[in-house]
């Protein structure tokens, strides 16, 4: 279900809510080929494709600043209420979440950089399958926060547990990849970080989608979230 915004007497309020959905995308198809990217630099084990994914950080980090001003423009000159000021918080949250997630991705792909000078190991594969779910949970999160979709947004909240049970049997893998072994030591520990860090973004998702919620109906979701990885 979802839930078309007000059109406004003021069409310059509409033009700067048509811009905070603008910069949200941008920030949103960024943050999805920055974790791709940086996926594919361990799995592949690409320096170079690492130290790219890296660089790039500094853009998103940019977006979420213009972002924050818009938001604070809004606030100030507008004084939106009702379903136009749930939507302008739902964004500031969700620049939030996206910026971290952000982080993250520039994590992995740090680690990426490092991994190329230790020995491959057999359960880097996993990365790769930890990777992609982690990947198609952003994408859904983002495709409800675009279009207010409260249904899809309830998908992403149920399927944490699935990123949490997939991230729990991967750490046990890396963890059966340990040896006495320095450098393949190493890269175990390299590794733990990133399928962490995955385990992360999967929680962003998570909380973008429960901004997608509180943006279409003012309600929070009030059970707890469901959790695997026991």
Request: with cysteine; net charge negative.
């Amino acid at each position: 279900m979802s839930e078309t915004l007000p059109r406004h007497i003021v069409t310059s309020y509409d033009a700067e809510i048509r811009r905070l959905d603008s910069l949200l995308a941008e920030m949103g198809g960024r943050c999805e080929s920055q974790l791709v990217a940086a996926v594919r630099s361990v799995v592949e084990r690409d320096a170079e494709l690492a130290r790219e994914t890296v660089s790039q950080d500094i853009v998103i980090d940019a977006l979420e600043r213009e972002v924050e001003s818009l938001i604070v423009r809004l606030l100030a000159l507008r004084q939106p209420v009702a379903i136009d000021l749930r939507h302008t918080l739902a964004s500031l949250k969700a620049a939030s979440a996206l910026e971290r997630a952000g982080d993250y991705a520039k994590n992995i792909a740090k680690r990426g950089a490092a991994l190329t000078a230790l020995p491959a190991l057999s359960c880097t594969p996993s990365i790769g399958k930890l990777g992609r779910l982690a990947q198609d949970l952003l994408h859904e999160a983002l495709n409800a926060l675009t279009t207010r979709d409260t249904g899809l947004a309830a998908d992403v909240w149920q399927r944490d547990q699935e990123l949490d049970d997939l991230h729990a049997a991967v750490m046990e893998e890396i963890f059966g990849c340990l040896s006495g072994d320095r450098a393949q030591a190493e890269a175990c520990s390299h590794l733990q970080f990133v399928a962490k860090n995955l385990e992360r973004i999967g929680d962003l998702s998570t909380n973008i989608a429960e901004m997608v919620t509180f943006d279409a109906t003012g309600r929070r979701i009030e059970k707890d979230r469901p959790r695997g990885g026991a």
